[in-house]
Protein backbone atom coordinates (compact mmCIF):
# COMPACT_ATOMS: atom_id res chain seq x y z
CA UNK A 1 0.00 0.00 0.00
CA UNK A 2 2.57 2.53 1.07
CA UNK A 3 4.44 1.59 -2.23
CA UNK A 4 1.52 1.92 -4.14
CA UNK A 5 1.54 5.37 -2.93
CA UNK A 6 4.78 6.71 -3.65
CA UNK A 7 4.42 5.35 -6.93
CA UNK A 8 1.48 7.87 -7.48
CA UNK A 9 3.39 10.11 -6.13
CA UNK A 10 6.44 10.05 -7.99
CA UNK A 11 3.92 9.81 -11.35
CA UNK A 12 2.15 13.16 -10.49
CA UNK A 13 6.12 14.73 -9.69
CA UNK A 14 7.12 13.74 -13.27
CA UNK A 15 4.11 14.54 -14.82
CA UNK A 16 3.92 18.28 -13.54
CA UNK A 17 7.78 18.39 -14.52
CA UNK A 18 6.68 17.19 -17.81
CA UNK A 19 3.94 20.18 -18.18
CA UNK A 20 6.57 22.98 -16.77
CA UNK A 21 9.34 22.05 -19.78
CA UNK A 22 7.03 20.83 -22.25
CA UNK A 23 8.08 22.92 -25.59
CA UNK A 24 4.13 22.77 -26.57
CA UNK A 25 3.01 24.95 -23.48
CA UNK A 26 2.52 28.74 -24.26
CA UNK A 27 3.26 31.42 -21.38
CA UNK A 28 1.93 34.86 -21.14
CA UNK A 29 5.08 37.08 -21.62
CA UNK A 30 5.31 40.20 -20.11
CA UNK A 31 4.08 43.29 -22.58
CA UNK A 32 6.95 45.06 -23.64
CA UNK A 33 6.84 49.13 -22.66
CA UNK A 34 5.15 50.99 -25.03
CA UNK A 35 6.69 54.12 -26.73
CA UNK A 36 7.32 57.04 -23.60
CA UNK A 37 4.53 59.61 -23.97
CA UNK A 38 5.63 62.73 -25.64
CA UNK A 39 5.70 65.94 -23.64
CA UNK A 40 3.33 68.84 -24.73
CA UNK A 41 5.90 70.90 -26.12
CA UNK A 42 7.04 67.97 -28.59
CA UNK A 43 3.14 67.94 -29.71
CA UNK A 44 2.91 71.72 -30.07
CA UNK A 45 6.28 71.08 -32.22
CA UNK A 46 4.61 68.54 -34.32
CA UNK A 47 1.34 69.92 -34.40
CA UNK A 48 3.33 73.12 -35.82
CA UNK A 49 4.92 70.93 -38.58
CA UNK A 50 1.55 69.50 -39.87
CA UNK A 51 -0.28 72.91 -39.66
CA UNK A 52 2.98 74.62 -41.43
CA UNK A 53 2.55 71.20 -44.30
CA UNK A 54 -0.96 72.08 -44.79
CA UNK A 55 -0.40 75.74 -45.20
CA UNK A 56 2.06 74.83 -47.89
CA UNK A 57 -0.32 72.67 -49.46
CA UNK A 58 -3.10 75.53 -48.89
CA UNK A 59 -0.45 77.82 -51.31
CA UNK A 60 -0.12 75.04 -54.24
CA UNK A 61 -3.88 75.04 -53.91
CA UNK A 62 -4.59 78.21 -54.06
CA UNK A 63 -2.25 79.12 -57.38
CA UNK A 64 -3.75 76.08 -59.19
CA UNK A 65 -6.77 77.32 -58.66
CA UNK A 66 -5.46 80.63 -59.59
CA UNK A 67 -4.01 79.49 -62.84
CA UNK A 68 -7.35 77.14 -63.99
CA UNK A 69 -9.32 80.57 -63.50
CA UNK A 70 -7.32 82.58 -65.98
CA UNK A 71 -6.94 79.50 -67.86
CA UNK A 72 -10.91 79.26 -67.82
CA UNK A 73 -11.47 82.89 -68.65
CA UNK A 74 -8.64 82.65 -71.52
CA UNK A 75 -10.23 79.66 -73.06
CA UNK A 76 -14.03 81.49 -73.09
CA UNK A 77 -12.34 84.56 -74.50
CA UNK A 78 -10.42 82.02 -77.70
CA UNK A 79 -13.95 80.38 -78.16
CA UNK A 80 -15.31 83.97 -78.85
CA UNK A 81 -12.55 84.86 -81.00
CA UNK A 82 -13.26 81.14 -83.01
CA UNK A 83 -16.79 82.02 -83.32
CA UNK A 84 -15.90 85.32 -84.61
CA UNK A 85 -13.50 84.07 -86.77
CA UNK A 86 -15.74 81.52 -88.07
CA UNK A 87 -18.48 84.07 -89.11
CA UNK A 88 -15.67 86.45 -90.93
CA UNK A 89 -15.00 83.37 -92.93
CA UNK A 90 -18.33 82.56 -93.98
CA UNK A 91 -18.93 86.12 -94.66
CA UNK A 92 -15.84 86.05 -96.85
CA UNK A 93 -17.13 82.77 -98.85
CA UNK A 94 -20.24 84.17 -99.77
CA UNK A 95 -18.39 87.31 -101.46
CA UNK A 96 -16.44 85.03 -103.71
CA UNK A 97 -19.21 82.92 -104.17
CA UNK A 98 -21.00 85.82 -105.89
CA UNK A 99 -18.11 86.89 -107.64
CA UNK A 100 -17.75 83.34 -109.24
CA UNK A 101 -21.13 83.50 -110.35
CA UNK A 102 -21.31 86.48 -111.65
CA UNK A 103 -18.34 85.29 -114.16
CA UNK A 104 -20.33 82.44 -114.45
CA UNK A 105 -23.61 84.47 -115.73
CA UNK A 106 -20.87 86.43 -117.78
CA UNK A 107 -19.42 82.93 -119.71
CA UNK A 108 -16.64 82.71 -117.45
CA UNK A 109 -15.97 86.39 -117.45
CA UNK A 110 -16.40 89.75 -115.62
CA UNK A 111 -18.04 92.08 -116.78
CA UNK A 112 -15.29 94.57 -116.60
CA UNK A 113 -13.38 92.00 -119.35
CA UNK A 114 -16.37 92.06 -121.11
CA UNK A 115 -16.54 96.37 -121.73
CA UNK A 116 -13.12 95.79 -122.57
CA UNK A 117 -13.70 94.01 -125.56
CA UNK A 118 -15.64 97.02 -127.02
CA UNK A 119 -14.78 99.01 -129.88
CA UNK A 120 -15.19 102.50 -128.28
CA UNK A 121 -11.67 103.21 -126.74
CA UNK A 122 -12.98 105.24 -123.90
CA UNK A 123 -15.25 102.75 -122.31
CA UNK A 124 -12.14 100.62 -122.80
CA UNK A 125 -9.81 102.36 -120.79
CA UNK A 126 -12.71 102.48 -117.77
CA UNK A 127 -12.78 98.87 -118.50
CA UNK A 128 -9.32 98.08 -117.67
CA UNK A 129 -9.62 100.55 -114.54
CA UNK A 130 -12.40 98.95 -113.44
CA UNK A 131 -10.65 95.48 -114.18
CA UNK A 132 -7.68 96.57 -112.17
CA UNK A 133 -9.50 97.54 -109.22
CA UNK A 134 -11.82 94.04 -109.65
CA UNK A 135 -8.27 92.12 -109.36
CA UNK A 136 -7.16 93.91 -106.23
CA UNK A 137 -10.48 93.26 -104.62
CA UNK A 138 -10.07 89.71 -105.52
CA UNK A 139 -6.75 89.68 -103.90
CA UNK A 140 -7.42 91.69 -100.47
CA UNK A 141 -10.53 89.24 -100.45
CA UNK A 142 -8.92 85.90 -100.91
CA UNK A 143 -5.72 87.46 -98.61
CA UNK A 144 -7.72 88.30 -95.88
CA UNK A 145 -9.50 84.26 -96.33
CA UNK A 146 -6.40 83.43 -95.80
CA UNK A 147 -5.34 85.12 -92.60
CA UNK A 148 -9.08 84.66 -91.33
CA UNK A 149 -7.83 80.91 -91.59
CA UNK A 150 -4.64 80.80 -90.29
CA UNK A 151 -5.79 83.25 -87.11
CA UNK A 152 -8.71 80.62 -86.38
CA UNK A 153 -6.40 77.74 -86.52
CA UNK A 154 -3.85 79.68 -83.85
CA UNK A 155 -7.14 80.26 -81.86
CA UNK A 156 -7.58 76.90 -82.20
CA UNK A 157 -4.45 75.44 -81.16
CA UNK A 158 -4.02 78.10 -78.17
CA UNK A 159 -7.56 76.94 -77.12
CA UNK A 160 -5.73 73.01 -76.67
CA UNK A 161 -2.63 73.91 -75.25
CA UNK A 162 -5.39 76.35 -72.59
CA UNK A 163 -7.40 72.82 -71.65
CA UNK A 164 -4.26 70.54 -71.50
CA UNK A 165 -2.92 73.24 -68.61
CA UNK A 166 -6.26 73.67 -66.99
CA UNK A 167 -6.86 69.71 -66.98
CA UNK A 168 -2.89 69.97 -65.21
CA UNK A 169 -3.90 72.62 -62.89
CA UNK A 170 -7.21 70.52 -61.78
CA UNK A 171 -4.58 67.89 -61.42
CA UNK A 172 -2.38 69.55 -58.84
CA UNK A 173 -5.94 70.77 -56.98
CA UNK A 174 -6.70 67.13 -56.25
CA UNK A 175 -3.40 66.59 -54.97
CA UNK A 176 -2.77 69.13 -53.24
CA UNK A 177 -6.55 68.88 -51.64
CA UNK A 178 -5.39 64.85 -50.77
CA UNK A 179 -2.54 67.00 -49.15
CA UNK A 180 -4.01 69.57 -47.11
CA UNK A 181 -6.72 66.85 -45.87
CA UNK A 182 -4.31 64.20 -44.89
CA UNK A 183 -2.10 67.09 -42.70
CA UNK A 184 -5.07 68.24 -41.21
CA UNK A 185 -6.78 65.07 -40.18
CA UNK A 186 -3.26 63.97 -38.31
CA UNK A 187 -3.22 66.88 -36.55
CA UNK A 188 -7.13 66.42 -35.74
CA UNK A 189 -6.37 62.86 -34.34
CA UNK A 190 -2.99 64.00 -32.39
CA UNK A 191 -5.91 66.86 -30.42
CA UNK A 192 -8.70 64.54 -30.13
CA UNK A 193 -5.97 62.41 -27.83
CA UNK A 194 -5.31 65.13 -25.67
CA UNK A 195 -7.44 66.03 -22.30
CA UNK A 196 -9.42 69.20 -22.26
CA UNK A 197 -6.62 70.51 -20.01
CA UNK A 198 -4.05 69.62 -22.02
CA UNK A 199 -5.60 71.23 -24.75
CA UNK A 200 -5.59 74.63 -22.78
CA UNK A 201 -2.14 73.72 -21.74
CA UNK A 202 -1.24 73.62 -25.04
CA UNK A 203 -2.65 76.58 -26.39
CA UNK A 204 -0.67 78.12 -22.81
CA UNK A 205 2.42 77.05 -24.59
CA UNK A 206 1.71 78.35 -28.21
CA UNK A 207 1.18 81.51 -26.78
CA UNK A 208 4.29 81.34 -25.03
CA UNK A 209 6.43 80.38 -27.98
CA UNK A 210 4.35 83.41 -29.95
CA UNK A 211 5.59 85.76 -26.95
CA UNK A 212 9.12 84.92 -26.63
CA UNK A 213 9.40 85.25 -30.70
CA UNK A 214 7.54 88.77 -30.55
CA UNK A 215 10.01 89.72 -27.50
CA UNK A 216 13.01 88.63 -29.17
CA UNK A 217 11.88 90.81 -32.00
CA UNK A 218 11.46 93.84 -30.41
CA UNK A 219 14.31 92.86 -28.24
CA UNK A 220 16.55 93.87 -30.87
CA UNK A 221 15.25 97.58 -31.20
CA UNK A 222 13.30 97.15 -34.72
CA UNK A 223 10.12 98.94 -33.78
CA UNK A 224 12.32 102.07 -33.36
CA UNK A 225 12.90 102.28 -36.95
CA UNK A 226 9.81 101.39 -37.73
CA UNK A 227 7.69 104.90 -38.54
CA UNK A 228 6.26 104.58 -41.65
CA UNK A 229 2.68 106.41 -42.68
CA UNK A 230 -0.03 104.30 -44.06
CA UNK A 231 -1.38 105.26 -47.57
CA UNK A 232 -4.87 106.11 -48.36
CA UNK A 233 -5.06 102.31 -49.64
CA UNK A 234 -3.64 100.96 -46.73
CA UNK A 235 -5.41 102.45 -44.26
CA UNK A 236 -8.64 101.23 -46.44
CA UNK A 237 -6.36 97.51 -46.19
CA UNK A 238 -6.04 97.56 -42.22
CA UNK A 239 -9.48 98.29 -41.51
CA UNK A 240 -11.02 96.04 -44.27
CA UNK A 241 -8.40 93.19 -42.67
CA UNK A 242 -9.39 93.99 -38.75
CA UNK A 243 -12.74 94.12 -39.47
CA UNK A 244 -12.42 90.02 -40.39
CA UNK A 245 -10.77 89.43 -36.66
CA UNK A 246 -13.32 86.36 -35.19
CA UNK A 247 -14.21 84.82 -38.56
CA UNK A 248 -12.50 81.45 -38.90
CA UNK A 249 -9.89 80.34 -40.91
CA UNK A 250 -10.87 77.90 -43.83
CA UNK A 251 -8.22 76.99 -46.51
CA UNK A 252 -9.14 78.37 -49.62
CA UNK A 253 -11.42 80.74 -48.52
CA UNK A 254 -11.56 84.55 -49.78
CA UNK A 255 -14.47 85.63 -47.50
CA UNK A 256 -16.60 86.80 -46.84
CA UNK A 257 -17.82 84.39 -43.66
CA UNK A 258 -14.07 82.67 -43.67
CA UNK A 259 -10.61 83.07 -44.55
CA UNK A 260 -7.04 81.60 -45.23
CA UNK A 261 -3.94 84.10 -44.66
CA UNK A 262 -3.74 85.10 -47.95
CA UNK A 263 -7.00 84.70 -49.12
CA UNK A 264 -7.52 87.74 -46.18
CA UNK A 265 -4.76 89.76 -47.38
CA UNK A 266 -5.77 89.49 -51.19
CA UNK A 267 -9.41 90.38 -50.52
CA UNK A 268 -8.40 93.21 -48.16
CA UNK A 269 -6.59 95.04 -50.71
CA UNK A 270 -8.83 94.21 -53.45
CA UNK A 271 -11.66 96.36 -51.18
CA UNK A 272 -8.37 99.25 -51.09
CA UNK A 273 -8.78 98.92 -55.02
CA UNK A 274 -5.93 97.23 -55.30
CA UNK A 275 -6.01 93.86 -57.51
CA UNK A 276 -2.76 91.55 -55.89
CA UNK A 277 -1.78 87.62 -56.37
CA UNK A 278 -4.76 85.09 -54.29
CA UNK A 279 -1.27 83.25 -52.71
CA UNK A 280 1.54 84.57 -50.11
CA UNK A 281 4.10 82.64 -52.56
CA UNK A 282 3.10 84.88 -55.50
CA UNK A 283 2.72 87.96 -53.18
CA UNK A 284 6.63 87.71 -52.25
CA UNK A 285 7.39 86.36 -55.79
CA UNK A 286 5.62 89.37 -57.84
CA UNK A 287 5.14 92.42 -55.14
CA UNK A 288 8.36 94.78 -54.60
CA UNK A 289 10.08 93.70 -51.47
CA UNK A 290 10.94 96.24 -49.09
CA UNK A 291 13.50 96.93 -45.62
CA UNK A 292 11.79 95.94 -42.59
CA UNK A 293 12.88 99.20 -41.66
CA UNK A 294 10.83 100.85 -43.93
CA UNK A 295 7.37 99.09 -43.28
CA UNK A 296 4.21 100.57 -43.04
CA UNK A 297 0.37 99.61 -42.11
CA UNK A 298 -0.45 97.48 -44.64
CA UNK A 299 2.52 95.92 -46.12
CA UNK A 300 2.37 92.16 -45.98
CA UNK A 301 4.76 90.48 -44.08
CA UNK A 302 5.32 87.07 -45.20
CA UNK A 303 7.05 84.30 -43.49
CA UNK A 304 8.62 80.84 -43.25
CA UNK A 305 11.58 80.01 -45.49
CA UNK A 306 9.10 78.81 -48.16
CA UNK A 307 6.84 82.01 -48.08
CA UNK A 308 3.78 79.52 -46.99
CA UNK A 309 2.08 82.54 -44.72
CA UNK A 310 1.45 86.15 -44.73
CA UNK A 311 -0.19 88.86 -42.02
CA UNK A 312 -1.13 92.31 -42.80
CA UNK A 313 1.19 94.47 -40.91
CA UNK A 314 -0.98 97.19 -38.77
CA UNK A 315 0.86 99.17 -36.71
CA UNK A 316 3.01 98.70 -33.16
CA UNK A 317 4.94 95.91 -34.38
CA UNK A 318 1.50 94.08 -34.89
CA UNK A 319 -0.10 92.28 -37.58
CA UNK A 320 -3.49 90.85 -38.44
CA UNK A 321 -3.54 87.58 -40.10
CA UNK A 322 -5.83 83.93 -40.04
CA UNK A 323 -3.51 81.52 -38.45
CA UNK A 324 -4.64 78.10 -39.04
CA UNK A 325 -7.54 75.63 -39.23
CA UNK A 326 -9.24 75.77 -35.85
CA UNK A 327 -8.56 79.43 -35.05
CA UNK A 328 -9.40 82.74 -35.99
CA UNK A 329 -8.44 85.59 -37.95
CA UNK A 330 -6.39 87.48 -35.19
CA UNK A 331 -3.82 90.21 -33.97
CA UNK A 332 -0.54 88.77 -33.33
CA UNK A 333 2.93 90.14 -32.72
CA UNK A 334 4.63 90.85 -35.86
CA UNK A 335 7.35 88.93 -35.10
CA UNK A 336 5.75 85.86 -32.97
CA UNK A 337 6.76 83.62 -36.63
CA UNK A 338 10.09 83.61 -38.73
CA UNK A 339 9.61 86.72 -40.74
CA UNK A 340 11.15 85.87 -44.37
CA UNK A 341 10.89 89.15 -45.29
CA UNK A 342 8.17 91.81 -46.44
CA UNK A 343 5.86 93.06 -49.31
CA UNK A 344 4.64 96.39 -50.37
CA UNK A 345 1.07 96.05 -52.80
CA UNK A 346 0.74 99.89 -53.32
CA UNK A 347 3.30 101.92 -54.87
CA UNK A 348 1.70 105.55 -53.51
CA UNK A 349 3.75 108.25 -51.51
CA UNK A 350 2.87 108.09 -47.56
CA UNK A 351 0.22 110.30 -45.99
CA UNK A 352 2.92 111.91 -44.21
CA UNK A 353 5.69 113.69 -46.61
CA UNK A 354 8.51 112.96 -44.41
CA UNK A 355 7.97 109.10 -44.85
Not at 59 to 83: G, H, R, T
Not at 290 to 295: H, L, R, T, W
Amino acid sequence: MNRRRCAAAAITVVCAVTLLVSPGQAFAAPAPPGPPKKSLEEVRKELDELYHKASSATDAYNLAEEQAKQQSDQIVQLAKEIVKGQARIDDLKDRAGATARAQYRGGGLPPEAQFALTDDPQLFLDAVGRINSGGKATKDLLGEMNRTQADLAAYSREASTQWARLEANRVKQEKAKKEINKQIAAAKSIEKQLQKEELARLLKLEQDAAYRAQTAWLGSGVLKEINGRATEQGKAAVAFATKQIGKPYVWGAEGPGSYDCSGLTSQAWAAAGRGIPRTSQEQWRQLPRIDIKDMRPGDLIIYHADASHVGMYVGDGAIVHAPRPGRNVTLAGAGSMAILGVVRPDKQMAADPDN
